[in-house]
């Protein structure tokens, strides 16, 4: 299976990610979105399971989210430190004992193992800006495996 993954889009959707997700089955989008209307326009490619950033308090999406996709239990939840998360994280992740935890806000690509569990952080995806690296990813699940590619805007 493969999901698009997107974060930060700060109410810009770039034109190349319709071209980079064709053919995803589920789009997951960490927050930050900026307009819901940025979601409509993603669910023109593939069903979305989105989460509210902290740029985000007009829009009508939940804190966190669980995604269950190819066998797999996701998390998406925008502000996370993978090396010390809050205690509600540490509490929601006991409970619901995720294989991926997905979120954004550090604008910077991630992607690391700890525990039993993989933090992914797709990068930014907004507007060029300041010479920021952009980037948005595909995560490929199988039965055996995660694979991530991430893709340059």
Not at 35 to 63: C, H, M, R, W
Not at 127 to 149: V, Y
């Amino acid at each position: 299976m493969k999901i698009g993954v997107i974060s930060d889009t700060h109410g810009y959707l770039d034109p190349k990610i319709f071209e980079l997700f064709a053919g995803v089955e589920h789009i997951l989008h960490a927050g930050d979105i900026g307009f819901a209307s940025i979601i409509l326009e993603l669910q023109e490619i593939a069903p979305v399971t989105a989460v509210y950033g902290n740029t985000d308090a007009d829009l009508p999406f939940k804190e966190t989210e669980i995604a269950e996709l190819a066998k797999k239990k996701f998390l998406v939840h925008h502000i996370v430190n993978p090396n010390a998360p809050s205690d509600k994280l540490k509490l929601r992740s006991a409970r619901e004992r995720p294989d991926v935890v997905v979120f954004g806000h550090t604008h910077k690509r991630f992607c690391e193992t700890i525990g039993e569990i993989l933090f992914f952080n797709p990068g930014y995806s907004g507007k060029p800006k300041f010479g920021a690296e952009r980037s948005a990813a595909i995560l490929h699940c199988d039965d055996k495996e995660i694979r991530h590619e991430f893709l340059n805007l």
